[in-house]
């Protein structure tokens, strides 16, 4: 298997980390049949593919094998925003679904032990087709055997349907809200998006809350767990 360089990793104030952390264990709670987790939002920023890739690097670290599937296949911008070292010619997500590589040939291991990656080596403008097809729900359950967890980063639900197309393939999604960002009718709007297409709410994220007057930039809350069941 090749190996793709994560280089920027963040280096998180304590009770980020702590933040996360309690979300990781609380993911174990959930039940050993949720494996394969989707983690999506309302609207683009408000930081589902930095909860992800946080949760992931922690998994891994505690000793248990997770895959990162990147499934925001228009617009991941994880190649920057990770510092990911894929140069030349790669196969990714979108060769593995179109049926142009084998899954093994799209999924890489990282200088982070235990974690692994399929990312998206090319944007595409309409994934419809690839997140219907066969192959998507395919390479979900193959994973789900293979890892101990599968976390799949998603687009935003309130611009276009893919997350609603990866979901229902998942066994439960995260729900991250921006905190003070993310319009409230937006949130709601969410909620019934995914219990229509029978996405169980694992959790709930409340991200970059400002807790105190003094302006904590970084802050990471996790809350509701479970609130929310089809
Ligand atoms: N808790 C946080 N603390 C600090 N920066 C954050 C936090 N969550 C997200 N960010 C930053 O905000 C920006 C948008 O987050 P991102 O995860 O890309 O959002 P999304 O995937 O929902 O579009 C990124 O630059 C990310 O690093
Ligand atoms: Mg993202």
């Not at 248990?64 to 894929?86: C, P, T």
């Not at 319009?183 to 219990?195: A, D, G, M, T």
């Not at 105190?212 to 970084?218: I, L, P, Q």
Request: charged share 25%; proline share 4%; net charge negative.
């Amino acid at each position: 298997m090749k190996e793709i360089e994560v280089r920027n990793i963040p280096e998180l104030p304590y009770y980020v980390t702590e933040a996360l952390n309690q979300l990781r264990i609380s993911l174990g709670f959930a039940g050993e049949n949720v494996k394969s987790i989707m983690i999506t939002s309302s609207i683009p920023d408000e930081g589902k593919s930095f909860v992800t890739m946080q949760l992931w690097k922690m998994i891994a670290e505690v000793g248990n094998n997770v895959v990162l599937i990147d499934g925001d296949l228009r617009n991941s911008a994880m190649r920057e925003d990770f510092g990911l070292k894929m140069e030349g010619e790669l196969n990714g997500i979108v060769h593995a679904l179109a049926g142009k590589c084998r899954f093994d040939d799209a999924m890489y291991s990282t200088n982070i032990q235990n974690a692994y990656l399929m990312p998206v080596e090319i944007h595409v403008g309409n994934p419809v087709n690839l997140l219907e097809g066969r192959l998507f729900r395919e390479l979900l359950d193959v994973c789900r055997k293979e890892f101990d967890y599968v976390l799949v980063d998603s687009p935003p639900l309130g611009a276009v349907a893919d997350a609603l197309n990866i979901g229902p393939k998942t066994d439960g999604c995260l729900l991250v809200v921006r905190s003070a960002f993310t319009p409230r009718k937006q949130v709601e709007n969410s909620i019934n998006l995914l219990q229509r297409s029978g996405v169980p709410i694992i959790g709930t994220v409340l991200n970059r809350a400002d807790t105190s007057k003094k302006g904590a930039y970084y802050y990471n809350k996790y809350y509701h767990y479970g609130d929310y069941k089809e």
